[in-house]
T-cell receptor, first 115, second 112 residues
Framework: DSGVTQTPKHLITATGQRVTLRCSPR?????VYWYQQSLDQGLQFLIQ???????AKGNILERFSAQQFPDLHSELNLSSLELGDSALYFC??????????????FGPGTRLLVL | AQSVTQLGSHVSVSEGALVLLRCNYS??????LFWYVQYPNQGLQLLLK??????LVKGINGFEAEFKKSETSFHLTKPSAHMSDAAEYFC??????????FGAGTRLTVKP
């Protein structure tokens, strides 16, 4: 158990819909990262937040957005969903962001299926 | 830009045999390299990481990896495979923003 929690575990929805994935980081961690794992794209970094502020963006679509709240939990919002958005979405957390070798601890993931 | 390439999407070994999972990196600066393991229906767990302190890095579950700058490699090894080692293994490099850039993964199968 990494200490990172993600809800829901599974999500089934239809094309065009909007969903929200939730992540609670490990106690004491200020950084939250979101990753997408799909069969064709592999594991890809989406976005990072540190203490409520966006720090870095990766291959995140404009239809996707995220935020980190004062209690440090984070939400990833996916809208206008397409079949290709079906994937496993991971959240990870680390203490900070300045150290490049900081260990990121991964949650169990949310499996999204878009029908 | 930093990136990693994992050679071999699937590796199969017999129980008790040597495990060797290959990873090559590309980086214009000294890299920070990681190996993660993903068991079925679970998240990723850190096995070990290289932070330039020592070229031979020991991790959990008997795994180790050696950083070889001349070969731009960071291969993962374990002397004797156990059935419980069957999983997907990901090599990763830390990017400029501390984002992890993962390889495509290597699925390890252990035969009895």
């Amino acid at each position: 158990d990494s200490g990172v929690t993600q809800t829901p575990k599974h999500l089934i929805t239809a094309t065009g819909q909007r969903v929200t994935l939730r992540c609670s980081p490990r106690s004491g961690d200020l950084s939250v990262y979101w990753y997408q794992q799909s069969l064709d794209q592999g594991l890809q970094f989406l976005i990072q937040y540190y203490n409520g502020e966006e720090r870095a963006k990766g291959n995140i679509l404009e239809r996707f957005s995220a935020q980190q709240f004062p209690d440090l939990h984070s939400e990833l919002n996916l809208s206008s969903l397409e079949l290709g958005d079906s994937a496993l979405y991971f959240c990870a957390s680390s203490v900070g962001y300045r150290e490049p070798a900081e260990t990121q601890y991964f949650g169990p993931g949310t499996r999204l299926l878009v029908l | 830009a930093q990136s990693v390439t994992q050679l071999g999407s699937h590796v199969s070994v017999s129980e008790g045999a040597l495990v060797l999972l290959r990873c090559n990196y590309s980086s214009s600066v000294p890299p920070y390299l990681f190996w993660y393991v993903q068991y079925p229906n679970q998240g990723l767990q850190l096995l070990l990481k290289y932070t330039s302190a020592a070229t031979l890095v020991k991790g959990i579950n008997g795994f180790e990896a050696e950083f070889k700058k001349s070969e731009t490699s960071f291969h993962l090894t374990k002397p004797s495979a156990h059935m419980s080692d069957a999983a997907e293994y990901f090599c990763a490099v830390s990017g400029n923003n501390n984002d992890m850039r993962f390889g495509a993964g290597t699925r390890l199968t252990v035969k009895p």
